[in-house]
């Protein structure tokens, strides 16, 4: 940064184009109620590996990684799964067929495992899995 002072004044810094409002959700929902459009830009993805990412959400449901990924319906491990595949899917860039492979799921069961997790996202969870990940997190 000190080294761009000495450029002065860059006109390339104020072009535009495709304008957005940073700030929390509420500052940015008032914002849009006075455009009159409500659109919000998700923030990039991080990326991050199966293997940490598994023992974050392992943690964070307070079971062992090798719960979440063994055969069976244990209802109470429905929740971790979850958000498990959908994390997984969107950090690990990792397919719905992968995913079951690993998880030893079909890949339909997979998929209604994200959609369900996604219509009901654990905001505060998943900020905790972001904060065991720390520095294995990439964007």
Request: proline share 5%; glycine share 8%.
């Amino acid at each position: 940064m000190l080294a761009g002072l000495s450029q002065g004044h860059q006109k390339r810094f104020y072009e535009t184009v495709d304008q957005a409002v940073l700030g929390d959700e509420r500052f940015l929902y008032s914002i849009a109620k006075r455009r009159g459009s409500i659109h919000t830009r998700t923030p990039r993805s991080p990326r991050v590996g199966f293997g940490p990412l598994l023992k974050a959400v392992a943690a964070v449901h307070r079971i062992t990684p090798r719960a979440i990924l063994e055969p069976g319906r244990q209802r109470a491990l429905v929740p971790a799964r979850a958000m498990l595949v959908f994390l997984a899917r969107e950090w690990s860039r990792l397919t719905t067929s992968d995913l079951g492979k690993r998880l030893q799921r079909d890949p339909s069961m997979v998929s209604r495992l994200a959609g369900a997790y996604a219509a009901q996202r654990d905001a505060a969870g998943e900020a905790q899995v972001r904060r065991l990940l720390g520095s294995d997190l990439g964007t």
